[in-house]
């Protein structure tokens, strides 16, 4: 099960939070997030997977900055099209196309990146790209039949083990932890962090042993 730590920005905050039991780790290429990397931190995580969040950026673009900060994947949050999400992966990029999920009619859009994409995520609606902070009703999610995986994200904090235990779906690969886990924009609260990431891997390994 991936987990994924979003939107760092201070070099040390990088480094702590790096001894996380995370898979990859998000850097925000949006300048109106607050969270947005204007300059590149003094150090940059070498053990895990570096992922570039962008929203209507060129491929161009994308592309120059993701060689600059060797980024392995790339976060789509914007109007992005199957097009340009195949031309990014056919790069080397995995690539991720972020869908709003408010209803199950937002669901139909999805199907569309069904090829182009190696990883869906579902986050919670909001007037601005990007987190809200709240979750959305994971419920709607058992309408998603498609093959791509995805990451769940939107109002994950340390109080949200209970509610991911109950969580299934065939298609679920892992979660995408942000401000729920913030001191302030941009800089994470490690210790809760590695304490929530620990219990998230013991519930996920006790759920498939006992699916056994």
Known sequence: M????CGMTDGENIRQAEKTDMQWMGFIF????????HR????????????GVFVDAATEAILQIADEWN?????????ETPEQCSTLRKSGLKTIKAFSVGSREALHSVAA?????????????CTEHGGSGRSFNW??????TGSTPFLLSGGLNPNSIGALSRFTHPQWAGIDLNSGFEL?????????????????????????????
């Open 40 to 51: 590149k931190p003094d150090y940059l995580p070498e053990t895990v997977g570096r992922v």
């Open 71 to 79: 980024l392995e994947l790339v976060q789509l949050h914007g109007k």
């Open 2 to 5: 991936i987990v994924k730590v």
């Open 139 to 144: 419920s709607l999610l058992k309408d998603y």
């Open 184 to 212: 302030a924009p941009g800089i994470k609260d490690t210790e809760a962090l590695g304490k929530f990431i620990r219990a998230f891997k013991k519930m996920y390994s006790q759920q498939k042993q006992q699916a056994l």
């Open 113 to 125: 990146y069904e090829n182009s994409c190696d990883f869906f995520l579902f986050d919670t609606p």
């Open 30 to 37: 949006y300048p109106p997030s607050p969270r947005c990397v």
